[in-house]
């Protein structure tokens, strides 16, 4: 079940039926069947039977087989009233599902009922899923006072959907209402099963006693449950299976004294009713309570919380900046292109602005609030024109060609462009366009901007190399079309910086990215990202139009020629002297969560790896890589915001001020949020010593959410983080000082061990030989010594305390240095794992970790 959303938009009826018809699903019309031929004279049993296997076919479960044989009689009478009746059908429906109503049988619902007024005549669906959808649609009230109101409106929204659609059967209308109650965005959503119901189905409740004991495990709960419950919930089991149902009910209201599972209930069971007389509601309780144990398998420990599981009502989707397109946007410009008249238009008005219009301006107001304005505008000083008008950044749908051809334009364009330029086609541009092929974006320069053309092609020609190098991160030549003509029918290979220059060349030129129809990027909030992010990596090729200088842009993005080449996986392998296998699973956890900690012993190099990684991840750029490490003391305000005290100086006078500062994390994000298609890298240093809950506060749900915002409780500004920004923590499992990390921070990172490894160190021996030359044993000498060291700890202490193989990754190592590096790193660390037993320690000499004889002491010479 889905909670309505009062404040949503009315959705226009005409371009939503052409959807379905395009989509129609030629399913069968399960309309119920019912009844014999002859009500009044057929048996009570039978008719029983024949009622209870109407329920069974209409009902996603059924709760209550019993009230069949039980009230047949009065049935009966409701049955022939709701049939036979002389006021109007509404009237006699609601007498028989409003709860003390004439008519009304405690035990069966408004599903039962529903599908019975349909058994009887060809009426459209009613349930909570149709109201929503007329309710969308705008053809139904907000806020029906009764039962009766209610179906009569269904009804009257439905004859207004039948005068669009006469051909449309009452089924047919009522799924194709029922598809418009799940939209989220433009698309019309395909048939569901188990749609038209009043409460919760088997997939739901399974679903929910899956989800509790997850949460809880069964043996868990019975071992931690109080006696009193347990006592309580015994009593209601002995009362439910001896028919008092209502001291069950009383020692269940015990137990569970909180009402939230008896609000939920309706959801589950639609018979059940808090309007109902307590007997009555007991009775049904201990039914819906039998059916779950006995068919689903609940604990009887486990009702209250299977049943708000299962009877919370899903929410409605965040709102969306953008909505998408959908498939009838690109059969819409198909059909233009061949109907291109405006007696076809003035019939396909509302058609055009829902599928068309509406989601170009939507799509370019987010483009222009994420991207254009705070990045282009703001940080680069270009004033691009993001006005989302007719004639500004969007394209008319109107052709002024002076009666050649039709008189609307197949092809529909959004354009960012300098407002200091007289016209759009004067300048270079960053463009979206729309045409029944798809969806193109990117960088575009046409033939009339000759003034940024000239300049434009200077640049390539004299800093080819550095653009080209500038576009390569990211993959971007991989996947960007390099098209030229004025209708982009022309593709150019993009292998080499020739290849540049001589696409420069062409009149008219454009970089980007092509979607096809039926992409679904296209659908929904995930394309202006998609947009801005292709905008961003094409940002050197519009420096070079619109700037007389673009080196230090180059610069940035690519490097100066004469610097060390990227850091790649190569480079990675050869500073941490780890495998293309460990790497490959650790950017594959990367992508799934964008939060990693590395964890293990003191010595393993986590910090070290979490530096080259981050390194490895933005391409080595100056600026996006960020070190922090928490500490007992570190606060919510210096990591993300917080008030600070400034001294400022106003007429000769020092005053103090308390300006609300972005910390550590919220600086570093709005630099991310500034360059999106460059990674940026967080990096936190023992995270498990700081007081993690007050450090992140709000973030944890970011960390998993990160298309989501939250306002910030000192600026009450809206924050999110932005998906280009990766947190790499660090993590010593053996600091007795750091706190343990709860499971709602864990569920937010992946973690990967990093133990003590004799192989790494024995590849950095090898790449790293010690000095001694003499001695070609040494560096084996000093694996072994590793090895044997971590063998004698995992045999005594067990295996989470051992030596990091870094302590002996030490440059020019010899005797010496490896004595030193024993007496003052490794000796501590072995007196802390030995709980300062300095006894112990003669077991974890060098000598007899390697089996030799430790070397005899001299006696000192004394003079006679």
């Known amino acids: 079940m889905t909670k309505d959303c009062p404040h949503r938009r009315v959705l226009p009826l005409a371009p939503l039926l052409t959807q379905f018809r395009a989509t129609f699903d030629l399913r069968a019309d399960p309309s119920p069947v019912f009844l014999p031929a002859d009500l009044d004279h057929t048996p009570d049993a039978a008719l029983a039977d024949e009622l209870q296997r109407f329920a069974e076919r209409v009902l996603p479960v059924v709760f209550h087989p019993a009230v069949f044989r039980r009230e047949i009689g009065f049935l009966r009478h409701a049955l022939s009233h709701l049939f036979r009746g002389h006021d109007p059908l509404p009237e006699r429906l609601a007498r028989c599902v409003t709860p003390g109503e004439a008519y009304h049988v405690p035990g069966l619902g408004a599903g039962f009922w529903s599908a019975m007024v349909r058994a009887s005549a060809p009426l459209p669906v009613w349930c909570p899923a149709v109201e929503r959808g007329l309710r969308m649609l705008g053809l139904f009230p907000e806020n029906p006072r009764s039962v009766a109101e209610r179906f009569a409106a269904t009804l009257t929204g439905y004859e207004q959907i039948r005068v669009a659609a006469p051909d449309l059967t009452p089924f047919q209308v009522s799924d194709f209402v029922e598809r418009i109650s799940r939209m989220s965005g433009r698309v019309l959503p395909p048939s569901a099963n188990q749609a038209f119901t009043w409460s919760v189905g088997t997939d739901d409740i399974q679903r929910a006693l899956r989800t509790v004991r997850s949460q809880v495990p069964l043996k868990k709960r019975v071992r931690e449950t109080p006696a009193a419950t347990i006592a309580a919930m015994t009593h209601f089991q002995a009362e439910s299976l001896a028919g008092n149902h209502a001291a069950a009910f009383e020692a269940f209201h015990s137990a569970y004294p909180e009402h939230a599972w008896e609000s939920a209930l309706p959801l589950l069971d639609d018979a059940y009713s808090p309007a109902l007389p307590v007997p009555e509601r007991a009775r049904l309780w201990c039914a819906v309570a039998a059916v779950l144990r006995d068919t689903f398998r609940v604990h009887p420990l486990e009702l209250a919380e299977v049943v708000m599981l299962a009877g919370q009502p899903t929410s409605e989707p965040e709102p969306q900046d953008f909505l998408g397109f959908c498939s009838d946007t690109f059969a819409f410009l198909g059909e233009l292109t061949t109907a291109n008249t405006r007696v076809w238009m ?203 200088d673009p080196r230090p842009l180059l610069m940035r993005r690519a490097g100066s020629p004469d610097s060390p080449p990227h850091y790649d996986p190569a480079s990675f392998h050869r500073e941490t002297f780890l495998s293309n296998v460990w790497l490959d699973r650790v950017l594959g956890l990367l992508r799934l969560k964008k939060q990693l900690v590395f964890q293990g012993v003191p010595g393993t190099g986590k910090t070290h790896v979490a530096r080259s990684l981050a390194r490895l991840l933005t391409h080595d750029r100056p600026g996006c890589v960020r070190l922090v490490q928490f500490h007992p003391a570190y606060s919510y305000e210096e990591f993300v915001e ?207 970790l390697l089996g030799e004889r430790p070397p005899k002491k001299l006696k000192p010479t004394t003079n006679s």
């Open 346 to 548: 003035t019939t396909h008005r509302d058609r055009y602005q829902f599928v068309l219009r509406e989601p170009l301006v939507e799509l370019c107001e987010a483009v222009a609030e994420r991207y254009i304005r705070p990045v282009l505008n703001r940080e680069h000083g270009w004033d691009l024109e993001c006005d989302a008008k007719t004639g500004r950044a969007l394209t008319s749908i109107c052709k002024n060609d002076f009666g050649r051809g039709g008189p609307y334009q197949p092809v529909q364009w959004v354009t960012f462009y300098r407002r200091s330029r007289a016209n759009k086609r004067d300048d270079a541009q960053f463009f979206v366009r729309v045409a029944a092929d798809g969806v193109r974006y990117g960088f575009h320069l046409g033939r009339t901007a000759r003034e940024a053309g000239g300049q434009f092609r200077k640049a390539i020609q004299e800093h080819g190399e550095a653009v080209f190098r500038a576009l390569a991160p990211g993959h971007l030549l991989d996947g960007c079309h390099f098209w030229t003509g004025d209708d982009l029918a022309s593709e150019v290979v993009m292998k080499s910086p020739a290849d540049l220059r001589a696409w420069a060349t062409n009149k008219t030129i454009a970089a980007g990215i092509h979607r096809s129809p039926a992409d679904p990027v296209l659908r929904g909030d995930d394309l202006p990202g998609e947009v801005l992010l292709t905008f961003d990596r094409l940002l050197p090729l519009f420096a070079c139009a619109a700037e007389p």
């Open 642 to 848: 917080g008030i600070r005290v400034r001294n400022v100086e106003t007429d000769g006078r020092s005053e103090v001020t308390y300006p609300v500062e972005d910390g550590v994390l919220a600086a570093f994000a709005a630099q991310a949020a500034s360059r999106p298609s460059e990674p940026h890298v967080l990096i936190v240093d023992e995270l498990n010593r700081g007081n993690l809950p007050r450090i992140f506060g709000e973030l944890l749900f970011l960390l998993e959410y990160r298309d989501q915002a939250v306002t910030l409780p000192y600026s009450k500004r809206s924050f999110q983080l932005p998906e280009n920004l990766f947190v790499l923590a660090t993590m010593n499992q053996l600091d007795r000082s750091a706190v343990a990390l709860d499971q709602a921070l864990r569920r937010r990172f992946s973690f990967v061990d990093m133990p003590a490894d004799a192989a790494v160190l024995a590849r950095w021996l090898e790449e790293h030989p010690p000095t001694d030359s003499s001695d070609e044993t040494f560096g084996p000498r000093v694996v072994r010594l590793f090895e044997g060291l971590n063998d004698r700890l995992t045999r005594d202490l067990g295996p989470g305390k051992h030596v990091g193989h870094s302590f002996f990754m030490i440059p020019d190592l010899d005797r010496e240095k490896l004595s030193a590096v024993w007496d003052h790193h490794v000796r501590p660390l072995l007196l802390d794992y030995l709980g300062g037993r300095e006894e112990r320690l003669k077991d974890y000499t060098p000598e007899r």
